[in-house]
């Protein structure tokens, strides 16, 4: 599952224990295992080599220049959803043409400069951004390539606010219009709309939606073709899980096992947009507990880590399994779910020190006894972490390190005071 292991009683990232780590780069710190990484990148990649398809990690969920880079290097494509994320690509020296620009509203900067690159696809999400892109492309003599979102109406079972190919969404075009769609846009300028593009929702850890939803797009694909369309990708999107509370997420393999046959020989580039399911548990959140205090029977442990680096508990109710790095008489988890319970546990909150009191990072959990200066480590925190964090009360943003064997390098150095008001203006 991941390259994180208690030895001789202490929490090690491959064969670095984290408060050597503590020690050298401060907390909060994000610290992330290469190997780990590199695994499920390469368990997606075999899994889905039958089809040839093109892996494109979804930048969002884990932008760090040495992440990237090292993707990269294995072979990934990126999906970006901003100008901002494209620069970062970029920086990378990763290949624009296997880049794909995602995003309901896009502006009209952004699309200028992926054409100016040379972006492989932008996934449009809606007749008037089809209208402006082909516009933007005409008068810049280029043309853009496209692949049309289509919503199939899919229920994936996530979170409402991760819930994005059902119908009421703001996310793409009813599959009914899509064709309509096609009709209108097929012979404009600057406009080469020759795929599909499906994101149902994210995590989906079951394989039916996709099923269900690719079942739908090839549906769509096979009128298109009948119309006279010439189709040739097909994106199926992201949203694979990871293992959050336990092993809840299937692997590539069975998710593969489904799709791989129902793509093979239809004469489509296939294309997808996995992040979380590639660094969610590359990833763990390391902090120290300022004070512990208690409050009515409750306890409350107030670490270091705030909603500033870690938002999706406060944001989606996420679990993450969080757990002390020397926890006290050995009492190492026997998994990271959220049952468990050793004895001598005590009932805990874990707390930030924002003004918030939506500020926690895990509730109601069973944990050994923490003291102040004790570590706590937040599992599963690879993506949607640090890329969701913020200066909010005015907290630098915290470091990142990568981890790989034995050895430990900083990737991002922690902000100082300087980077809050160094944008500033009197
Ligand atoms: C966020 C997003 C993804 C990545 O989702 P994961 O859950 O990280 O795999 C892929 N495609 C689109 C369009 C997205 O918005």
């Known amino acids: 599952m991941d390259h994180f292991s208690y030895h001789d009683g202490v929490l090690h990232c491959e064969s670095v224990d984290l408060?050597?780590?503590?020690?050298?780069?401060?907390?909060?710190?994000?610290?992330?295992?290469?190997?780990?990484?590199?695994?499920?990148?390469?368990?997606?990649?075999?899994?889905?080599?039958?089809?040839?398809?093109?892996?494109?990690?979804?930048?969002?969920?884990?932008?760090?220049?040495?992440i990237l880079r090292l993707l990269?290097?294995?072979?990934?494509?990126?999906?970006?959803?901003?100008?901002?994320?494209l620069k970062r690509t970029l920086e990378v020296d990763a290949d624009p043409s296997r880049i794909v620009f995602a995003g309901v509203g896009k502006t009209d900067t952004e699309i200028r400069a992926a054409l100016e690159v040379g972006i492989g696809w932008f996934n449009v999400e809606s007749e008037a951004e089809l209208d402006n892109v082909a516009t933007i492309a005409a008068k810049l003599g280029k043309v853009a390539r496209v692949a049309l979102r289509v919503n199939p109406d899919v229920d994936p079972k996530t979170h409402v606010y991760t819930t994005?190919?059902?119908?009421?969404?703001?996310?793409?075009?009813?599959?009914?219009?899509?064709?309509?769609v096609f009709k209108d846009f097929h012979s404009r300028p600057g406009l080469e709309l020759c795929g599909i593009h499906m994101h149902i929702g994210s995590p989906v850890n079951t394989i039916e939606p996709y099923v269900a939803s690719i079942g739908k797009g090839l549906t769509l694909i096979d009128e298109?073709?009948?119309?006279?369309?010439?189709?040739?990708?097909?994106?199926?999107?992201?949203?694979?899980?990871?293992?959050?509370?336990?092993?809840?997420?299937?692997?590539?393999?069975?998710?593969?096992?489904?799709?791989v046959p129902l793509l093979r020989g239809r004469g489509l580039t296939v294309l997808l947009e996995p992040g979380?399911?590639?660094?969610?548990?590359?990833?763990?959140?390391?902090?120290?507990?300022?004070?512990?205090?208690?409050?009515?029977?409750?306890?409350?442990?107030?670490?270091?880590?705030?909603?500033?680096?870690?938002?999706?508990?406060?944001?989606?109710?996420?679990?993450?399994?969080?757990?002390?790095?020397?926890?006290?008489?050995?009492?190492?988890?026997?998994?990271?779910?959220?049952?468990?319970h050793l004895?001598?546990?005590?009932?805990?909150?874990?707390?930030?020190?924002?003004?918030?009191?939506?500020?926690?990072?895990?509730?109601?959990?069973?944990?050994?006894?923490?003291?102040?200066g004790d570590f706590v480590c937040i599992f599963s925190t690879g993506a949607y972490g640090f890329t969701m964090s913020s200066q909010y009360n005015s907290r630098p943003r915290a470091a990142e390190v990568l981890v790989d064997g034995g050895a430990a390098r900083l990737i991002r150095r922690r902000e100082k005071y300087d980077d809050l008001v160094t944008a500033e203006r009197f």
């Open 19 to 66: 408060p050597t780590l503590a020690d050298q780069f401060g907390t909060p710190l994000y610290v992330y295992s290469k190997k780990t990484l590199l695994d499920h990148y390469d368990r997606f990649a075999l899994a889905f080599a039958p089809l040839d398809a093109v892996i494109c990690f979804s930048v969002k969920s884990c932008h760090n220049l040495s």
């Open 72 to 85: 990269k290097e294995c072979g990934a494509a990126f999906d970006v959803v901003s100008g901002g994320e």
């Open 164 to 180: 994005t190919g059902k119908r009421e969404t703001k996310f793409g075009v009813d599959l009914e219009r899509a064709r309509q």
């Open 224 to 259: 298109l073709r009948g119309d006279g369309h010439r189709i040739k990708a097909i994106n199926i999107g992201g949203g694979f899980g990871a293992h959050y509370d336990g092993g809840e997420a299937p692997p590539a393999s069975a998710y593969a096992e489904r799709i």
């Open 276 to 340: 979380r399911s590639i660094a969610a548990n590359a990833g763990v959140l390391l902090t120290r507990t300022l004070y512990t205090k208690a409050s009515g029977d409750r306890q409350f442990i107030i670490v270091d880590a705030a909603i500033t680096e870690l938002i999706r508990p406060a944001l989606y109710g996420s679990f993450h399994f969080a757990w002390p790095v020397e926890p006290k008489d050995g009492a190492i988890p026997p998994d990271r779910r959220a049952d468990v």
């Open 343 to 372: 004895a001598g546990s005590v009932l805990v909150d874990i707390v930030g020190p924002v003004c918030e009191s939506g500020d926690f990072l895990a509730k109601d959990r069973w944990l050994p006894p923490v003291s102040r």
